[in-house]
């Protein structure tokens, strides 16, 4: 273990120490086939590869394995450094500040089809996914508004005063232990869909998160406002004010207002968007994101949000 640790964590010429350069955390899946005489005895649903548990070998009669390796340079970020005697802050997920325990959930999301057209045509050696002609590629604005609305309640972003869930940090050499009762939710609620319902109390129903690309004309020019202590309603109730239909919310704190929204910069049914910025004003709003609007317009008739999803 001594020897691993001096060879997966520190450079040539250094000395040992927990006051990691980097952490980082390598695995390998897949030295072999369940020879088919056990395999017609197992369920397809309950059918695994083995994987190795004391070496790992190149020889083994098993089709070509997966590597994978995660570094993070901590030690571009030893000046933030915060706590107890200024070491590195850094830890696992699962509470482990060493490195020496991931955890992944694969989740197989290819559509067959696709998958098999990409095995076939994508030949560049270099693994460079861009070239290779059988994918519809998004641009970095849509892909960052491709997220899932949260449904646990507890704090994931940002300094973090304990990890989330019940997973405090624990070193070595002991194993590990689970833990219950620290307080932590339990339950998956409904989406936060990251939006205030003002259709009862303002009259104007959430659209989604629109595109304001920066240096390309603002999505609603007609009028802006902006302060420390923005929230919805004053936005809405500043637009509305001054007659405008559309009202949408940018950055924590810019409001902006027009009469239409191009369709290119409307929101998109199916992505959430990047509104994840909570208000100046009020941190259990969202009021937009960086080039993104959290977009309302003034109801005609029914009053009702749109279905993101």
Same mark, same amino acid.
């Given at each position: 273990?001594?020897?691993?640790? *001096?060879?997966?964590?520190?450079?040539?010429?250094?000395?040992?120490?927990?006051?990691? @350069?980097? &952490? !980082?955390?390598?695995?390998?899946?897949?030295?072999?086939?369940?020879?088919?005489?056990?395999?017609?005895?197992?369920?397809?649903?309950?059918?695994?590869?083995?994987?190795?548990? #004391?070496?790992?070998?190149?020889?083994?009669? =098993?089709?070509?394995?997966?590597?994978?390796? $995660?570094?993070?340079?901590?030690?571009?970020?030893?000046?933030?450094?915060?706590?107890?005697?200024?070491? %590195?802050?850094?830890?696992? #997920?699962?509470?482990?500040?060493?490195?020496?325990?991931?955890?992944?959930?694969?989740?197989?999301?290819?559509?067959?089809?696709?998958? %098999?057209? =990409?095995?076939?045509?994508? +030949?560049?050696?270099?693994?460079? &996914?861009?070239?290779? @002609?059988?994918?519809?590629?998004?641009?970095?604005?849509?892909?960052?508004?491709?997220?899932?609305? $949260? !449904? $646990?309640?507890?704090?994931?972003?940002?300094?973090?005063?304990?990890?989330?869930?019940?997973?405090?940090? %624990?070193?070595?050499?002991?194993? =590990?232990?689970?833990? #219950?009762?620290?307080?932590?939710?339990?339950?998956?609620?409904?989406?936060?869909?990251?939006?205030?319902?003002?259709?009862?109390?303002?009259?104007?129903?959430?659209?989604?998160?629109?595109?304001?690309?920066?240096?390309?004309?603002?999505?609603?020019?007609?009028?802006?406002?902006?302060?420390?202590?923005?929230?919805?309603?004053?936005? &809405?109730?500043?637009?509305?004010?001054?007659?405008? =239909?559309?009202?949408?919310?940018?950055?924590? +704190?810019?409001?902006?207002?027009?009469? #239409?929204?191009?369709?290119?910069? +409307?929101?998109?049914?199916?992505?959430?968007?990047?509104?994840?910025? @909570?208000?100046?004003?009020?941190?259990?709003?969202?009021?937009?994101?960086?080039?993104?609007?959290?977009?309302?317009? *003034?109801?005609?008739?029914?009053?009702?949000?749109?279905?993101? &999803?």
């Amino acid at each position: 273990m001594d020897f691993a640790f *001096k060879y997966c964590f520190l450079r040539a010429g250094t000395a040992l120490t927990w006051i990691l @350069p980097i &952490i !980082k955390v390598t695995w390998l899946t897949q030295i072999g086939w369940i020879t088919a005489n056990v395999h017609q005895h197992i369920p397809k649903d309950l059918q695994r590869e083995p994987y190795p548990i #004391s070496y790992y070998s190149n020889t083994a009669n =098993a089709p070509a394995s997966l590597f994978y390796e $995660v570094i993070f340079n901590v030690n571009d970020f030893k000046d933030k450094w915060y706590g107890e005697n200024d070491t %590195q802050p850094f830890v696992l #997920s699962n509470g482990d500040p060493t490195g020496y325990g991931l955890h992944g959930d694969f989740v197989n999301g290819w559509d067959v089809n696709v998958l %098999q057209a =990409a095995i076939t045509q994508c +030949k560049d050696g270099g693994g460079s &996914i861009e070239k290779c @002609p059988v994918f519809q590629f998004f641009d970095d604005e849509t892909r960052r508004g491709c997220q899932v609305p $949260v !449904k $646990v309640d507890e704090q994931v972003q940002g300094q973090l005063d304990k990890l989330p869930g019940c997973n405090s940090i %624990q070193r070595g050499p002991s194993n =590990a232990q689970s833990e #219950s009762g620290c307080g932590a939710t339990t339950e998956i609620s409904q989406p936060q869909w990251g939006y205030k319902d003002v259709t009862s109390t303002l009259n104007y129903k959430y659209l989604g998160c629109a595109r304001d690309p920066s240096g390309q004309g603002r999505t609603l020019p007609s009028a802006k406002t902006s302060g420390d202590s923005m929230t919805v309603d004053t936005c &809405i109730k500043h637009c509305d004010g001054k007659g405008f =239909a559309y009202a949408g919310l940018e950055y924590a +704190k810019e409001c902006w207002c027009g009469n #239409s929204v191009a369709d290119d910069r +409307k929101p998109k049914k199916g992505l959430w968007g990047g509104c994840n910025m @909570p208000c100046s004003g009020s941190q259990s709003e969202m009021c937009g994101g960086w080039a993104a609007l959290s977009l309302y317009q *003034k109801c005609n008739g029914t009053c009702q949000n749109a279905e993101l &999803i």
